[in-house]
């Protein structure tokens, strides 16, 4: 057993179950972790008068941290995921022993990205998300490749978009489009390294993937052919094979 825990970071808008499709191998290899983030799955959203931000997110994964005793693991996520640990790389990098970046950017929204994240948000909070949310974000998710070839794959995407709940859904949106860039992070982060990003990923397309691979001291880029922005789902063997040859022990 390697001995540094692995903890994943979920994608917007679903939870924690993304990662089934991988956790046989990877929890084979080490301790794995997977807690859903604050307002999906199965974590409440927590009252507070706070604007959203990743960096209260941040705060929740240390704060397991310290509930498990963990000193240092290897830290990782997809697409929200990897903006979340992100964070918590800007704010407790001695955290961190390892990073594992899938399908997501260093980079901040657009101006036209976080307006309709927002409006996006004000429609989940008025309307609740059933009947549009999916609708909308399956194509953005996944490649054609796997829409077209792969029912079950899309079946699973939706079940999970719709189990959410819209205040979680809201909340997410709203922190995302306030996030900064986190370039610099990247370049001071003196940590092992590992870029996941699929080859038909329209989300985060591969050259963001290289960005950060770029930036980052040391770092392995793999990128996944025929799999979209969710590649634990689309392609969960090679990115299971992808973190297991990477893994640092």
């Excluded at 008068?49 to 929740?60: G, I, K, N, T």
Aim: overall charge negative.
């Amino acid at each position: 057993m390697a001995d540094l825990p692995l903890v994943l970071l979920h994608a917007y808008p679903v939870d924690a179950r993304m990662w089934n499709a991988v956790r046989e191998p990877l929890a084979a290899r080490t301790r794995l972790i997977t807690p859903d983030q604050r307002g999906l799955g199965r974590t409440p959203l927590p009252e507070t008068d706070r604007e959203p931000s990743l960096d209260d997110a941040a705060r929740d994964v240390l704060a397991l941290l310290d509930r498990l005793e963990l000193d240092r693991v290897v830290l990782g996520g997809c697409s929200m995921g990897g903006y979340v640990t992100l964070a918590v790389l800007r704010a407790a990098p001695e955290r961190i022993a390892g990073l594992v970046l899938v399908d997501t950017k260093a980079g901040a929204d657009t101006d036209e990205a976080r307006a309709n994240r927002l409006t996006a948000a004000e429609r989940a909070e008025s309307e609740g998300i059933t009947g549009w949310l999916a609708d909308a974000m399956v194509p953005n998710l996944l490649s054609e490749q796997t829409r077209q070839a792969r029912p079950e794959v899309v079946a699973t995407v939706r079940e999970l978009i719709e189990a959410q709940a819209p205040a979680g859904v809201a909340w997410a949106q709203r922190a995302m489009a306030a996030r900064p860039d986190s370039t610099e992070a990247l370049r001071q982060a003196g940590v092992p390294a590992l870029v996941i990003v699929g080859e038909q990923d329209t989300v985060t397309p591969p050259d963001e993937a290289r960005a950060m691979a770029d930036a980052l001291p040391d770092a392995r880029l793999e990128v996944l052919p025929g799999a979209g922005h969710l590649t634990p789902l689309e392609a969960p063997d090679a990115v299971a094979k992808a973190i297991l040859d990477w893994y640092p022990s």
